[in-house]
């Protein structure tokens, strides 16, 4: 469904079974030997999920990608996992786009977890001139979805995402604002066992020759 020019929604993605597997993984990644964090943005503010980044990390203090968390505790990103990475193409391609990622910011939101409106920016310039898509995928409690336009002031549309949607926002739509206005705690499926919410956000930062 595409619900703005370079913007899908693909409802219902990902089957009960596929959701249930990247909620292990997840697990397994955030509560890992390089443990998801709380970042502190450059404002002071701290922000209000757990972030995991994978293949490159992104500084809250610089807005800047980097190797390991110097905002943090100097780990190295651990490496983006393939089946994950093949999965991000696999959305991608589906909405007629192409991703090659190379990184992934994994989120997880609590019942109060939230993301004030913000743009995508930080990947490399190349790749963002190029409208190679950010590709979203979500697990758990519901969220509340805001998706305005190009500048903040423009008009915001909310819409759920719900577990196992998926979001690609590419081409025209790559710099829209977005955000979390909230959660919806108990929406998670029962087979899934968890309460809150995983997002995973795959982007490319690296642009290449294919
Ligand atoms: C993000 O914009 O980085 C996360 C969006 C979401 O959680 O759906
Ligand atoms: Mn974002």
């Known amino acids: ?3 703005a020019p370079g913007a899908f929604h693909l409802p219902g993605y990902l089957s009960l079974d596929a959701q249930r597997a990247i909620v292990e993984q997840c697990r397994a990644l955030v509560d890992g030997a390089v443990p998801a964090y709380v ?20 500084n809250g203090k610089t807005y800047e990608y980097e190797p390991t ?4 505790d100097n780990l190295p990103a651990p490496p983006l996992p393939g089946n994950l990475k093949a999965l991000a193409g696999e959305i ?11 990184l992934c910011i994994l989120n997880y939101y609590e019942a109060d977890g939230r993301m004030g409106l913000h743009q995508d920016k930080d990947e490399g310039e190349q790749s963002i001139a190029a409208g190679i898509p950010v590709v979203s995928i979500s697990i758990g409690d519901t969220a509340r979805f805001l998706f305005g336009g190009l500048k903040r002031k423009e008009p915001v549309e909310a819409f759920a995402l719900e577990s196992g949607d998926a ?23 029962p087979e899934l066992g968890i309460s809150g919410r995983f997002n995973l956000t795959f982007r490319q930062y690296d642009v290449h020759d294919v």
Do not use: N, Q
């Open 39 to 58: 970042p502190v943005v450059r404002g002071g503010g701290k922000m209000h999920v757990r972030m995991l980044c994978l293949g490159r990390h992104w």
């Open 69 to 72: 968390r110097t905002d943090f």
């Open 1 to 3: 469904m595409e619900i």
């Open 92 to 102: 991608a391609a589906s909405a007629g786009m192409t991703l090659d990622a190379d």
């Open 167 to 189: 979001f690609v926002f590419g081409g025209p739509a790559r710099l829209r604002y977005h955000g979390v206005s909230r959660i919806l705690p108990g929406t998670s499926p």
